[in-house]
C-alpha cells in the first residue's frame, strides 16, 4: 500500500505544543517510506484573542505567530525541493473555525499559495474544546449540555465546509474526545441526523476524510473517525486518507497499519494518490 499522510507535521519548530524540527519530522516521514506527506501547520491567529492558553503564557501575539507561518511555509517549500524525486511533500495548513474565520483562511491560502487546507474544528461557541478536559467540560455547559454541545459542533463544521471548502476534513469526531460514552450521543436522533448531513457534503463536494491516529495514540480504542461513522461514510462512497496528525518525529506514522486495516474491514481503502488534492474538485476552492 502507498503511505500517504495528509495531516501531519506539526512541529515543535513552528508549534508550541509539538516538538522537533520540521526537518526532522520530513526525514521521519522518508525512513518510514511514505510517497507523499502533506504538512499542515496550524493556522495563525486572526488577531490575538484566538490565542491559546499555552500560547498566551509564551507571550505570544498574533503578528508574531502570522510572521512565524511565513517562516513554515519557506521551509516548508525548501524541504518540499530537497526531496523531490524521493517524496512528495505538499505545503498546507489546519485551519480553524471561529468568527471572522472564513476570509482569513482564505487571505492566508492565496497569501501563501498553500497547496490545501485541512478544515477542523476546535471551538464551539466561540471557545475552544480540546485544549483540556476542563476546558471541554467548559464548552459542554456553555452549550447547554452534552447533545447540545454535540449539535453545535456538526453544525459548526457544517458551516466551516460549506465557507472554508477544504480539500480535507480534520478528525471528523472531534467533539467525543472526553465524551467516554460517545457512541451513546452519536446514536442521538439529532445527531444522527447532523453527521448525515455533513456526510452528504463532503460526498457531493469531493472532498477527503481525515482518518486521525491521534486518537489512538492518546489511549482511545478508535481513531477519529470511530467505526459508527466510518460504516455510514463508506456506504456513501466518500474518499479516505490516512492522518497521523504527528506532533514530533517519534509520532510520525502511528497507527497507519492499524487504520489500514479498519478501513480494509469496512471496505475501503484510503486514497492511493496525493495528486487527487492538486486537481479542482467540485467549487472546493474559495472565491
Known amino acids: 500500500m502507498r503511505r500517504i499522510s495528509l495531516h501531519g507535521g506539526h512541529s515543535g519548530q513552528f508549534c508550541d505544543h509539538a516538538r522537533d524540527t520540521l526537518a526532522e519530522i520530513v526525514a521521519a516521514y522518508h525512513a518510514a517510506g511514505f510517497e507523499c506527506v502533506g504538512l499542515t501547520e496550524h493556522m495563525p491567529p486572526l488577531s490575538d484573542a484566538w490565542l491559546y492558553p499555552d500560547e498566551v503564557e509564551l507571550g505570544r501575539t498574533a503578528v508574531w505567530m502570522q510572521e512565524r507561518f511565513g517562516r513554515y511555509v519557506a521551509e516548508a517549500r525548501r524541504l518540499e525541493r530537497e526531496y523531490a524525486g524521493r517524496m512528495r511533500i505538499l505545503v498546507g495548513m489546519e485551519s480553524e473555525w471561529y468568527p471572522g474565520c472564513g476570509e482569513w483562511v482564505a487571505e492566508l491560502r492565496e497569501r501563501f499559495a498553500l497547496d490545501y487546507v485541512v478544515g477542523s474544528v476546535h471551538h464551539v461557541?466561540?471557545?475552544?474544546?480540546?485544549?483540556?478536559k476542563?476546558?471541554?467540560?467548559?464548552?459542554?455547559?456553555?452549550?447547554?449540555?452534552l447533545l447540545p454541545f454535540y449539535a453545535d459542533y456538526f453544525d459548526a463544521q457544517y458551516e466551516m465546509m460549506q465557507s472554508?471548502?477544504?480539500?480535507?476534513?480534520?478528525?471528523?469526531?472531534?467533539?467525543r474526545l472526553?465524551?467516554?460514552?460517545?457512541?451513546?450521543?452519536?446514536?442521538?436522533?439529532?445527531i444522527r441526523c447532523?453527521?448525515?448531513?455533513?456526510?452528504?457534503?463532503?460526498?457531493?463536494?469531493?472532498?477527503?476524510?481525515?482518518?486521525?491516529?491521534?486518537?489512538i495514540l492518546k489511549g482511545q480504542s478508535e481513531p477519529y473517525m470511530c467505526w459508527l461513522i466510518l460504516e455510514?461514510?463508506?456506504r456513501l462512497g466518500v474518499r479516505f486518507a490516512y492522518g497521523d496528525d504527528a506532533h514530533g518525529a517519534s509520532e510520525v506514522g502511528f497507527g497507519y497499519e492499524k487504520i489500514g486495516s479498519l478501513l480494509a474491514e469496512a471496505g475501503a481503502s484510503p486514497i492511493k494518490s496525493c495528486e487527487v488534492l492538486l486537481r479542482p474538485v467540485s467549487s472546493t476552492r474559495p472565491t
Do not use: M
Open 125 to 132: 461557541g466561540g471557545g475552544c474544546f480540546d485544549f483540556s
Open 134 to 145: 476542563t476546558d471541554y467540560a467548559r464548552i459542554v455547559q456553555l452549550s447547554g449540555g
Open 164 to 175: 472554508l471548502r477544504p480539500e480535507v476534513v480534520g478528525h471528523f469526531d472531534l467533539v
Open 178 to 190: 472526553y465524551d467516554a460514552n460517545y457512541v451513546d450521543t452519536l446514536l442521538e436522533h439529532e
Open 194 to 215: 447532523r453527521i448525515a448531513r455533513n456526510l452528504e457534503w463532503v460526498l457531493e463536494s469531493g472532498v477527503i476524510l481525515d482518518v486521525n491516529a491521534r486518537a
Open 232 to 234: 455510514k461514510a463508506v
